[in-house]
């Protein structure tokens, strides 16, 4: 095997150059990049060239060994495109919360649910008991379901232990999944557990304890924390994003899902990566983001579930701000782990157009994860990660429950065959 690959009879391919150049932000239609009757030249699990098949000559390949040391491989017609990235899910976790979900169609708040022990902290108490063996194997499913649907790179969250040794647990499980890249983000301060009085004693054993052996283990590249009101607060954030910056750690939010605590202020300060959910920001708030380097991570499954309204995407993209989509995925507030749904949502509810949906499930999602530079289009230097749809890109996002995904590659390696 010399390393390099012709990938040819592609019917179209989405490169999503002119989106790569405008940083994902604002991208239109002509931005994804189309090319028909293409050919995706990689070398080494890298992409060197992409173009009409027509226009790919020795010349392009000389560098690399010439097309006698090429590997061609034929696809089958239809659309190849940069892989799905999904940047924001909680899917380590035992237990399972359908009996919360009945509740709550009775009526029953998430507040309410939370104070009465259930919520986060039922899911907290099955995961801590759990072995780790049978959290991998629960876990490993989820993550077989996300790679079916296209997903090479998928982010992992901790945060249902909320004690030294099960954080780790947690991240150590998600660290041994197979298949996509996975990037591990610490999230002990996710709730309070019920042997802490007060956010501040917690969040003071969380730096103490736990976050320097996060750090020390490299069990996880990011801190993540939910701010809210009733739950962990600006200062607490403060405090956090310090400290796992002093690690080397990068930060990203939960943020102004229940209330308007302009939380995002902080991840602003503290040059986070994403903030997430974002549900109740106003025009200011709008105005702030779009100026800023972070990604606007939206999550609208879990406003679905909790029959919230939406995040505004419309007026975020139009100020110019970089969006990115994700599912939230979690036993309690959004138990979807699918891609067609969010992005349906997204297009119906939050007024996105086709080419900004799938913009923000490739590109924004990488920025969202910090792997802009590696990941999320199809351009020359990046990762070879891409999917072949059995048809055309407007088959995405439109049929709930419709995955026309029949081939994927994570740096040239098959994840699906
Ligand atoms: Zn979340």
Redesign the pocket.
Known sequence: MSGLNIYSGISELITLKGAAKKQARQPVEKDLGLVKNASLVTYKGSVIWTGPSAKLTKAILAPYGGIKNSNEIKLSSGTVMPSFIES???LVFAGERKNEFELRNQGVSYGEIAKAGGGILSTVKATRKASQKDLKSAAQKRVNEFVSQGVTTLEI?SGYALNLKDELKMLEVAKSLKGPHIVKTFLGAHALPSNFKTYDAYIDFLLQKVLPKVAQSQLAERVDI?IDEGYFQKSHGEKLFKAAQSFGLGLTM?ADQMKLTKAYDLAIKYNAHSV??LVQIKKMDIKKLAQSSLTCNL?PG?DFYLKMPYPPARALIDAGARVSLAT?F?PG??PTQDLSFIGVLARLEMKMSLAEVITAYTLGAAFALNLQNQKGSLTTGKDADFILIDGSYKDLFYQVGHHPVVGSWLKNKKLIK
Do not use: E, I, M, V
């Open positions: 924001h899910t909680h969250k939910f939960h997430d959910h999550l879990a939230d979690n507030s959004c």
